[in-house]
C-alpha cells in the first residue's frame, strides 16, 4: 500500500514550457486535491475533485489545469509556466467524496513535486 | 477572508525544553482543527486534530492540543521535545459551513532542536 504517490520528485521548467504533475493514490480514496506549498504562506489549495469525473477550484487555480483520470489518478497541468508557479506541489485525498462536507476525514498528502520554473 | 495565523515562524529549542505552537483563526462559526507535521524531505503527517469534546487533544509522539473556543485558539505544545522533532508544523483548520471539505492552512512554523 503506497499511500498517496507523486511523479515526478523534481522539475526544471523554461519560462512558456508545459508539462503535467501525476498523483495516484491506491487507497480507494474518492477525493482528491492539489495544493501549492510556498515559504511563509503555508498550502493554498489549487483544484480538487469530490468524485471521479468532477473538478472544482481551490483558492489560487489561475494558470494551471486538472484532470481526474479515474479514481486513483489526479493530474495537474501547467500549460504555459512562469516563475511565479515556482513552489512545491503536494497532491493529498480522502476517502469520501461528494458534494457534501466531510470535514472530519483526515488528508493523506503524497511527497511532493518541487518545481522551479526559470 | 478565513484565515489561520502562526504566530512564530522561526522556533529554536534545546532537547528537554517545554515547546508551545501558536495558532488561531479567523472563523466565526463551528470548525474542525488540525495540526500536520512535515519532517525534512518528507510530507505531511497528521499529528492530532479536534471536532468536538474534550478540548484537550493528545495526538502522536506525545504532542498535544487545547482548543480555546472564546480565543479562536488552538495551540500545540509538547512538554519535551526530542531532536527527532525538528519539522515544520502547519496549523489547519476546515470551517463547517456545510460546504466541501477545504482545508485552509497556517503559514507554518519551523522548529529547529538542539541536542
Known amino acids: 500500500n503506497a499511500g498517496v504517490t507523486q511523479t515526478p520528485k523534481f522539475q526544471v521548467l523554461k519560462t512558456g514550457q508545459s508539462m503535467t504533475l501525476q498523483c495516484a493514490q491506491d487507497m480507494n480514496h474518492n477525493s482528491m486535491y492539489w495544493y501549492r506549498q510556498d515559504p511563509g504562506m503555508g498550502l493554498r489549495l489549487i483544484y480538487y475533485s469530490a468524485s471521479e469525473g468532477t473538478t472544482d477550484k481551490g483558492e489560487v487555480p489561475n494558470g494551471y489545469n486538472v484532470s481526474r483520470l479515474n479514481k486513483r489518478e489526479f493530474s495537474l497541468r501547467l500549460e504555459s509556466a512562469a516563475p511565479s508557479q515556482t513552489s512545491v506541489y503536494f497532491c493529498?485525498?480522502?476517502?469520501?467524496?461528494?458534494?457534501?462536507?466531510?470535514?472530519?476525514?483526515?488528508?493523506?498528502f503524497g511527497p511532493g513535486t518541487r518545481l522551479t520554473v526559470l | 477572508a478565513q484565515s489561520v495565523s502562526q504566530h512564530n515562524h522561526h522556533v529554536i529549542l534545546s532537547e528537554a525544553a517545554s515547546l508551545e505552537l501558536g495558532c488561531n483563526y479567523s472563523?466565526?462559526?463551528?470548525?474542525?482543527l488540525f495540526w500536520y507535521v512535515q519532517y525534512p524531505g518528507q510530507h505531511l503527517q497528521l499529528l492530532l486534530k479536534y471536532f468536538s469534546g474534550d478540548p484537550l487533544v493528545k495526538g502522536i509522539k506525545g504532542f498535544e492540543a487545547e482548543f480555546i473556543k472564546s480565543k479562536f485558539s488552538f495551540n500545540l505544545r509538547k512538554p519535551s521535545v526530542q531532536w527527532s522533532d525538528t519539522a515544520e508544523y502547519f496549523c489547519?483548520?476546515?470551517?463547517?459551513?456545510?460546504?466541501?471539505?477545504?482545508?485552509?492552512f497556517g503559514a507554518g512554523t519551523r522548529l529547529a532542536v538542539h541536542p
Open positions: 493529498a485525498s480522502i476517502p469520501r467524496g461528494g458534494a457534501q462536507s466531510y470535514s472530519t476525514d483526515t488528508q493523506y
Open positions: 472563523y466565526g462559526g463551528t470548525v474542525n
Open positions: 489547519a483548520v476546515i470551517p463547517f459551513s456545510g460546504g466541501y471539505n477545504k482545508l485552509i
